[in-house]
């Protein structure tokens, strides 16, 4: 059984910045690829950042240099680093282990999600 706890978010305020972690539990981790989706109100649920088993990554062209992504092997945590935010990265944000190293598939494992607010 895998259980994600994601926690950090909060209310700030566009060009603020805010660090998301992701707790896992479980013997999935290391070797499986890790990624960042969110959800705003409305909207289908989205990948923003990957990060395979041996740390490369990949982001949404809409988080591209704003976003980064990391992983501590030896904490079971993936975080994300968000800079410059705008409003329209309001949304709920999820972690998810892949099946895989690479990235490639999704596992159905979620967390409760963390809500983030850009607003002024």
């Known amino acids: 059984q895998v259980q994600l706890v994601e926690s950090g978010g909060g209310l700030v305020q566009p060009g603020g910045s805010l660090r998301l972690s992701c707790a896992a539990s479980g013997s999935i981790f290391s070797i499986n690829a890790m990624g960042w989706y969110r959800q705003a109100p409305g909207k289908q649920r989205e990948l923003v950042a990957t990060i395979t088993s041996t740390g490369s990554t990949n982001y949404a062209d809409s988080v591209k240099g704003r976003f980064t992504i990391s992983r501590d092997n030896a904490k079971n945590t993936v975080y994300l680093h968000m800079n410059s935010l705008k409003p329209e990265d309001t949304a709920v944000y999820y972690c998810?282990?892949?099946?895989?190293?690479?990235?490639?598939?999704?596992?159905?494992?979620w967390g409760q999600g963390t809500q983030v607010i850009v607003s002024s």
């Open positions: 998810n282990p892949f099946r895989d190293g690479v990235g490639l598939y999704p596992s159905g494992y």
